[in-house]
Each structure stands twice: as structure tokens, then as C-alpha cells.
């Protein structure tokens, strides 16, 4: 059970890191082996918030690790995300 409600943790290890980028990856990749928890899935749905957990999701959270923005930046949209990109 995950207990954390941290934004971007979609592991639900208590921490954003790339892990998480990858656990969304995975989960993306293979739902049945590598299913995010219900939290897990409410925590990663970061950009355009509602709309499911997305590759785009993964990407914010690399760009955290990338330091293009914070973790407190979440939610925010996807064209957000373009922009402090550079994009």
C-alpha cells in the first residue's frame, strides 16, 4: 500500500527521483507486470492532471532530475512543461 501523496512519486518511495520516471515507464510498457498502486498512479498523473498517467508524466520527472523545474512546479500543463524546457 502506498502512503505517500507526493507529487511525481509514482513509486511511492517517499521521494521524486527517476525511478519514478521509470516505474512509469514500465507501467506504461507492461500493465499487467509493472502496475502502478492506485496512489502511485494519482501521484504520477503531473501534467494535464486528469488525464491518466502519459509518457509526458515520465518526462516531467526527468526534467526535475534534469533540473529544467522543481517538483513543486507540479501539477502543471503540458505546454508548461514545453516552455521550461526551452521548447
Known amino acids: 500500500y502506498c502512503h505517500s501523496m507526493t507529487r511525481g512519486d509514482a513509486n511511492c518511495d517517499g521521494k521524486v527521483t527517476i525511478a519514478d520516471a521509470t516505474a512509469i ?5 507492461n500493465q499487467d507486470e509493472y502496475a502502478l498502486s492506485e496512489q502511485g498512479s494519482i501521484n504520477a498523473d503531473v501534467i494535464d492532471n486528469g488525464d491518466g498517467v502519459t509518457g509526458a508524466d515520465a518526462n516531467a520527472i526527468q526534467a526535475i532530475e534534469a533540473g529544467f523545474i522543481k517538483q513543486s ?15
Open 25 to 29: 515507464i514500465q507501467a506504461l510498457g
Open 73 to 87: 512546479d507540479f501539477p502543471m500543463t503540458k505546454s508548461e512543461l514545453d516552455t521550461a524546457m526551452g521548447k
